[in-house]
């Protein structure tokens, strides 16, 4: 939020038991490309360690650049690349292990 406005959300939920995955993340069209989304997903990253979670996932479209360049800026991993047959695109699998020094 910026003031009362909702500027940016994100969705996402348990793959596996250690796995949390990135569903979703949408910034406000004016403000993309301003950190929202990277606030974020640095949320996320804390809130997926503290709550015990080994790895950080999400998936996104080939096309959609922004968000991987966001993706290897933040250290995440390109573990795969898989065919969407419903959207006609390739998805670039993207992997961060949390707690590795703990490992």
């Known amino acids: 939020r910026i003031d009362n406005d909702a500027v940016g959300f994100y969705c996402g939920y348990e793959s596996r038991p250690c796995t949390h995955r990135t569903w979703l993340v949408g910034v ?34 080939n096309r959609v650049r922004p968000m991987m360049h966001m993706g290897i800026e933040h250290d995440y991993d390109i573990v795969g690349l898989r065919f969407d047959a419903e959207l006609m695109t390739n998805l670039v699998m993207f992997e961060k292990r949390l707690n590795e020094a703990a490992d």
């Open 28 to 61: 406000v069209p004016d403000l993309r490309r301003g950190g929202v989304a990277s606030q974020l997903m640095d949320a996320a990253e804390d809130w997926a360690r503290t709550e015990g979670y080994k790895n950080l996932r999400f998936e996104c479209s």
